[in-house]
């Protein structure tokens, strides 16, 4: 039972053009969503996140938009460049027993931009 | 200076062998995680410590162990090796237990045959 959804495994896009990456999820209770970004080869790097109190946190070319109402978040990066090129993931944090916390994460959108 | 790295990279090994992923961070994190990205590409959370203790323990077998020697590592032995056991073994390292923007390492693959 995925709770987190990435329904593209693949976008691709312009160089220059907007990526947006969508992201749904099933739990009213997470309280904070993050994006990582991994290449091939590599571990995931944190890309952005977002606290579930807020709708939308921007950083330089990467904006992440928080619609709780619709339980779905959005990345988008403008303007693309080729080394943007990577799988993104989706990361939505769960807080339980012992007030620990953890990610649940979705299956990854792969994202070219072609120059 | 990689700040999460583990050890090997690479482990091809035979069903039923006992095998050992070994994992350091020099972030000076409190929280290290081990995740498991399995064939469908699943990334999920097997085990997470925070200043040595046990803090996570997902629904793994009891043929993986953790063992954190110190805040800095965090080694994961798995006994018996089993053919579905094949799959990217990555660690990870946090400040607190938030379990956000964590740091992770460049991935193990096992490969069991």
């Known amino acids: 039972d995925q709770q987190v959804k990435q329904n593209s495994p693949s976008l691709s896009v312009q160089e220059g053009r907007i990526s947006i990456l969508n992201c749904d999820y099933t739990?009213?209770?997470?309280?904070?969503f993050l994006w990582y970004k991994k290449y091939p080869a590599e571990g995931p790097t944190f890309l952005i996140s977002?606290?579930?109190i807020k709708d939308k946190n921007e950083d330089g070319r990467f904006t992440v938009f928080l619609n709780k109402s619709a339980k779905h978040l959005s990345l988008h990066i403008v303007p693309s460049q080729p080394g943007d090129s990577a799988v993104y993931f989706c990361?939505?944090?769960?807080?339980?027993?012992?007030?620990?916390?953890?990610?649940?994460w979705g299956l990854g959108t792969s994202l070219a931009v072609n120059p | 200076d990689t700040a999460v790295s583990q050890t090997p990279k690479y482990l091809v090994t035979q069903m039923g062998n006992d095998k050992s992923i070994k994992c350091e961070q020099n972030?000076?994190?409190?929280?290290m995680y081990w995740y498991k990205q399995d064939s469908k590409k699943f990334l999920k959370i097997m085990f997470s410590?925070?200043?040595?203790?046990?803090?996570i323990n997902e629904t793994v077998p009891n043929r993986f162990s953790p063992k954190s020697p110190d805040k800095a590592h965090l080694n994961l032995h798995i006994n018996s090796l089993e053919l579905g056991d094949s799959a990217v073994y990555f660690c990870?390292?946090?400040?607190?237990?938030?379990?956000?923007?964590?740091?992770f390492g460049q991935g193990t693959r096992l490969t069991v045959v």
């Open positions: 990361a939505a944090r769960a807080i339980y027993a012992g007030n620990n916390r953890k990610l649940i």
């Open positions: 977002i606290s579930s």
């Open positions: 739990n009213s209770m997470f309280d904070y």
């Open positions: 410590y925070n200043n040595k203790e046990l803090i």
């Open positions: 972030l000076g994190h409190d929280t």
């Open positions: 990870a390292s946090s400040h607190g237990r938030g379990n956000t923007e964590a740091f």
